[in-house]
């Protein structure tokens, strides 16, 4: 994944409408992208659903660009930052979380992203103070109301239910 | 034959005395050259290849861009530009010397390398247009290949740098990455991949020659594909240790040039900014994303393949159905969320709340319909072709497909009896029969459920709402979808449904794949009970 960069979202009016045709077809749901991005929790719902269908790549791409939008948008590089963590990627999570650092300075997560980095690149001095024990964060699900496993799985089992009385005629 | 030359504003692609003369051009090119003269020939090959390039540009580009409405006409020029590239490469394979004497001067070197760069470009180019002309592939194309680049690298000219012209543009490369672009496209081609697309994919794969190179050794970082250039009939395929193999690609690199030309797009910029492709709808550029990411994806993942396609022994009948209504209405009539007991829906509440009156379910299929959907009686016979775990072929009169658009939902019934299968048109091809068009289909769904869903909303008589589930394999629910009309969709509505014994409120989610009028969503399940 490019590392972010704040001068990627084009001031051009030209550049900026491609730009935003671009998202509007690669991202299905975006048909006004200049505002969907700022809509942190609308870009955090829709980057898990890409998740969901095991399109990280495409979920880091969408969280890019709402960044690029804005970039105070705290949540989403503590997605991005997850997202690297959980693929395994240390260049990508150091690029993130220096950026992260450097942008929220006195950010509570940055005790826990220490303690990721400590975890995947065991003896990189960055971490050495961090502690070791840590509990795994969950910042690539947005808040509960909005997504609720049981509820997901309940209507998952009637659809099965009822395809397999269909299938089976 | 028409005596319009072209670039003219005639409708239509049409052959003309002017494309004759190009072919008469090009056979007594190949009966003059000197072929001892190496250095001499490429020229005169390589300055017949820019004056073809320049007469076809807006042959190519007109027939490109006139997508599937096209006539008999307009497939004769495309396959005549087929023919052409095929003929240029002939000539250009005959003035390849093969060997390089020892002691040949580096400078002398550089010219003989540029014929091998020429064949090895040409043969990529015929290919390729031969598959948007949905010609038959030819099969000794890749034994070519192989042939040319073993004995480039046998004469020490595989990496030497030169610079080839394409489409007016100077691109520096060497024959092998030249050979790997040929032997991508080859591989890229075979599936679902359309002629705009293909062409987009050309211009990137010249942008990545710098990508482009092959290791002996298996790639130990990262999954790669692999060439065995002692079996002609096989191109790149996935490594698999084990696999006899000389020649190695890495799939990182290939990776990183996609996310660098994402990145173009960021930044408003059409990449690679220069091609035929630069005038394409922003949808076939992020289709092809889409495309690559997926067939990358199937090359990291190590046990999975591409569904195997079995074909049909005997061509067979089966009960086709196109668009949105006709399939809620006439193909899912029996297949509801309420299982198969309840054979019809009528009169049946689907959700808590009032049983719709007639009147207000006529209101609500009206506005779902808008203009977009049109119902269309499903034409017999249609022919299914192969099937795949994925996908499907049919076979259909090609005035009746004229009918049918890409990324239409289609409903397939294999077996009397049994339920529908639920798809999307992804391609359409009007090969050697003309009167026949084979129609690529896309499987969502073996056992789509047709819902009738209830707008939660403050009015006093609530509107039904058509929705089609398609459920998502994986078990914790959060990949199953719904189809709904595009103008259900905007309202962004909440929605309650009965499935099976419960009763459930819904959001719509991403949209996962969509078509003219309508939206697969995600669900997003708010209410069960």
Redesign the interface.
């Known amino acids: 994944m490019p590392i972010l960069d704040e001068s990627v979202a084009p001031a051009d009016a030209n550049a900026r409408r491609l730009r935003e045709r671009y998202i509007a077809a690669r991202f299905l749901q975006f048909p006004q992208p200049a505002q969907a991005l700022k809509n942190t929790a609308n870009v955090m719902r829709w980057a898990r659903q890409l998740m969901d269908d095991d399109q990280s790549r495409q979920a880091a791409e969408l969280l890019q660009l709402a960044l690029e939008e804005d970039l105070t948008q705290q949540s989403l590089w503590l997605f991005l930052i997850e997202l690297a963590w959980l693929g395994n990627d240390p260049g990508t999570f150091i690029e993130l979380s220096e950026n992260f650092r450097a942008r929220f300075p006195r950010a509570e997560t940055l005790v826990t992203i220490d303690s990721m980095g400590k975890k995947l690149l065991p003896g990189d001095p960055r971490y050495a103070e961090a502690d070791k024990e840590f509990i795994v964060p969950d910042w690539s699900t947005p808040e509960s109301e909005l997504r609720d496993e049981l509820r997901q799985q309940r209507l998952h089992i009637a659809l099965v239910e009822a395809m397999a009385s269909h299938a089976s005629r | 034959m028409s005596s319009h030359p072209p670039g003219t504003n005639q409708p239509g692609l049409q052959l003309t005395r002017y494309h004759s003369g190009m072919a008469d051009k090009h056979s007594a090119l190949e009966q003059s050259l000197n072929k001892a003269n190496v250095a001499e020939s490429e020229q005169a090959v390589s300055k017949a290849l820019r004056e073809f390039e320049e007469f076809s540009r807006n042959d190519r580009e007109r027939f490109l861009l006139g997508g599937l409405a096209q006539t008999g006409s307009d497939q004769a020029v495309c396959e005549w530009i087929a023919a052409r590239y095929d003929h240029l490469g002939r000539i250009s394979r005959a003035i390849v010397p093969y060997e390089i004497a020892p002691g040949t001067a580096d400078k002398d070197k550089v010219g003989m390398a540029r014929t091998w760069a020429l064949a090895v470009m040409l043969t990529g180019h015929a290919s390729k247009w031969r598959k948007i002309a949905g010609l038959r592939g030819d099969t000794a194309v890749r034994g070519r290949l192989h042939k040319l680049f073993v004995t480039a690298m046998m004469a020490g000219v595989d990496a030497t740098i030169l610079d080839v012209m394409v489409d007016r543009r100077s691109i520096e490369t060497t024959v092998e990455a030249l050979y790997v672009r040929a032997l991508l496209l080859e591989r890229f081609a075979s599936g679902n991949l359309p002629p705009k697309r293909l062409e987009i994919l050309d211009s990137w794969l010249m942008t990545w020659m710098g990508a482009l190179w092959l290791s002996r050794e298996p790639v130990i970082d990262g999954p790669s594909l692999a060439i065995n250039t002692r079996n002609p009939t096989v191109g790149l395929t996935r490594f698999v240790p084990g696999d006899r193999a000389d020649f190695f690609l890495g799939l990182r690199p290939l990776r990183r040039q996609l996310?660098?030309a994402?990145?173009d797009?960021?930044?408003?910029?059409?990449f690679p900014g220069w091609g035929i492709g630069l005038s394409f709808r922003?949808?076939e550029?992020?289709s092809l994303?889409?495309f690559l990411?997926r067939e990358f994806a199937l090359i990291e993942s190590s046990g999975a393949q591409k569904s195997k396609r079995f074909s049909i022994g005997n061509v067979s009948d089966v009960s086709v159905i196109f668009g949105f209504n006709d399939i809620y209405a006439r193909a899912l009539q029996?297949?509801?969320?309420?299982?198969?007991?309840s054979v019809s829906e009528r009169g049946a509440v689907n959700a808590p709340g009032d049983a719709l009156s007639g009147a207000a379910a006529r209101r609500a299929s009206l506005s779902e319909t808008g203009g977009f959907v049109q119902p269309r009686v499903g034409r017999q016979p249609i022919n299914l072709l192969d099937i795949s775990e994925s996908g499907l072929g049919l076979e259909m009169d090609t005035e009746e497909a004229s009918f049918v658009e890409v990324e239409e939902l289609v409903a397939v019934r294999i077996e009397a009896?049994?339920?529908y299968v639920l798809g999307v048109v992804v391609r359409k091809t009007s090969a050697h029969q003309r009167s026949v068009t084979t129609v690529g289909v896309k499987v969502l769904s073996?056992?789509p459920?047709r819902a009738t869903l209830e707008m939660l909303n403050d009015r006093l008589v609530r509107q039904s709402v058509k929705g089609i589930?398609v459920?998502?394999k994986?078990?914790?629910?959060?990949?199953?979808s719904i189809i709904v009309t595009d103008a259900i969709y905007k309202t962004n509505p909440t929605l309650s449904v009965m499935?099976?014994?419960?009763v459930?409120h819904?959001r719509l989610?991403?949209?996962?794949?969509?078509g003219p009028g309508w939206?697969m969503?995600?669900?997003?399940?708010?209410?069960?009970h």
Do not use: C, W, Y
């Open positions: 996310e660098r994402a990145a797009f960021h930044r408003g910029i059409i922003m949808e550029h992020v994303i889409d990411e029996n297949q509801s969320t309420m299982g198969s007991s009896g049994k339920p073996k056992v459920l589930f459920a998502g994986a078990e914790h629910g959060f990949a199953d499935v099976a014994s419960g459930f819904l989610g991403r949209v996962r794949q969509q939206k969503a995600a669900v997003e399940v708010r209410v069960a």
